[in-house]
């Protein structure tokens, strides 16, 4: 098994452009999520998902859209990428739910000038 | 809303010397507890995790952690650490009928030889 597996691993935005960062799992994993990492802010959670078809808010979805239509998939779009968005990106997933041991994927620095 | 705060931003300790790191939370309601570990440039590791039962919680690499409900803590113990336990912790809440993880804005562990 792969695991986790997270594309790209850097990008480097302009403002207002727009991209998508690549989640996907080969684990059968039902739960998958989308974090953010900021330095002295622990992750805070950006969307989730409990299933194919099924996606749902954390603490922070603004400027982020996800879709979940296959069970192995859970791409994150920024729509306009702002300054405020420069993060280290995690994706993780788990069988059957967020009590479950939640498997992170390696990241994707994004940088926004 | 829940809160998770981790008293210490770093902490260095000497290689065999015990270790405590210390998360507390806030919650109205009934929550689960978790620790999970970052080593330098990889995603998150589940150390361990309470759900319900025994308050005391034993995890991987001979970590545990206790709960304490009156005290609303959950703090990380090792008995005698490793070099190879120099990472950053995130202490993580998860309230038993969501599925929004809230972490902590984690520990730095040095440990030094």
């Known amino acids: 098994n792969a695991g986790v597996t997270q594309t790209p691993k850097f990008q480097v935005l302009k403002t207002g452009q727009s991209m998508t960062l690549q989640c996907a799992q080969d684990?059968?994993?039902?739960?998958m999520s989308w974090y953010r990492q900021d330095p002295g802010m622990g992750l805070r959670l950006i969307h989730y998902?409990?299933?194919?078809?099924?996606?749902d808010q954390g603490e922070v979805p603004n400027g982020y859209n996800v879709s979940r239509s296959t069970t192995e998939d859970f791409p994150l779009r920024l729509l306009s990428a702002a300054p405020s968005q420069t993060s280290v990106y995690f994706c993780?997933?788990?069988?059957?739910?967020?009590?479950?041991?939640?498997?992170f994927g390696p990241g994707t620095r994004l940088t926004v000038l | 809303a829940q809160s998770v705060t981790q008293l210490d931003s770093q902490v260095p300790v000497f290689e065999e010397a015990p270790v405590e790191l210390r998360c507390n939370y806030s919650?109205?309601?009934?929550?689960?507890l978790f620790w999970y570990v970052q080593y330098p440039n990889q995603g998150l590791q589940l150390l361990l995790k309470?759900?319900?039962?025994?308050?005391l919680v034993k995890g991987i690499n001979g970590f545990e952690a206790e709960f304490n409900k009156s005290q609303t803590s959950f703090h990380l113990r090792k008995p005698s650490v490793h070099i190879s336990d120099t990472a950053e912790y995130f202490c993580?809440?998860?309230?038993?009928?969501?599925?929004?993880?809230?972490f902590g804005p984690g520990t730095r562990l040095s440990v030094l030889p």
């Open positions: 309470y759900l319900s039962g025994s308050t």
């Open positions: 684990m059968n994993h039902e739960y």
């Open positions: 998902s409990v299933g194919a078809g099924i996606t």
């Open positions: 993780a997933s788990s069988y059957l739910g967020a009590t479950d041991t939640q498997y």
């Open positions: 919650s109205s309601v009934s929550v689960y």
């Open positions: 993580a809440v998860l309230t038993n009928y969501g599925q929004n993880f809230v």
